[in-house]
């Protein structure tokens, strides 16, 4: 994506997030992150942020703290995965149309996502970097090292269990939806101390954590787009059930 792709596909994944109705216009308001701030943290941190979640933070500043979506049940990781094709080419009418013998198991889940207030907008990403990279001081005798993980940026708190991260070694020129080995985004549950145990470490000794969705795009389609919504309603529906007030989809400090 180029900047304004990029610029535009976030107004439009909040706008989506209005027009839901789980949030509303007066949420928001514009951003106070600056590009030094940005460089202060990428140099404070030696990382280079992806390009996406630098205009993401450039974008606006809210108090949102966790979404709630539907989110497909199944692996998402199985390549050439159904769900995977689902979410990298339909609209949330398509997928609203599949019909009932092939729809994906859908749960409402909550995500954890990480405020951008007014003042010092950044604190929740820097407590969230230094959280994440004090872990190798618990791990169980796997020999990782903060040098292991520095490619790691945390974003988000997956279903409450444990960091969503960027995969910075992952380029995005390289992304290919059908091969979960190429995917920038990756999850590490917080209990898990044995990371080799875990499968988070690979055959060659490299952190790779638990492959999880190819791109931070993906991530917003399903939180803040939400395009499962309309099949979520269908099942919903069909089962009698009375349809969710979305409004209570979100959570804010």
Known sequence: MTHIEEENFIKSAYQALIERGVITEDMLSPSTVTDEMLKEFEQEFDVELPSILCTYLKTYCHNICSLRAPIPMDDLASSYNNVMRQIQSMSAQEIGDIEEEK???LG????GIFPIPKEDPLRYYRDSMEGFREIVDYLEDNGVTLEDIKQFVPFADWEGAGALCFDMSRKEENLDWKDSDTWQICWFDHEEFDWEDAGYIDENGVVTGEKLLPD???FLKLYF???YDNLYDK???RSKEAKPDRSSWCDVR
């Open 225 to 227: 787009y939400g395009i």
């Open 216 to 218: 931070f795009e993906s």
């Open 103 to 105: 729809e994906p198991y």
């Open 108 to 111: 409402a889940w909550w995500c």
């Open 235 to 237: 099942y919903l529906e």
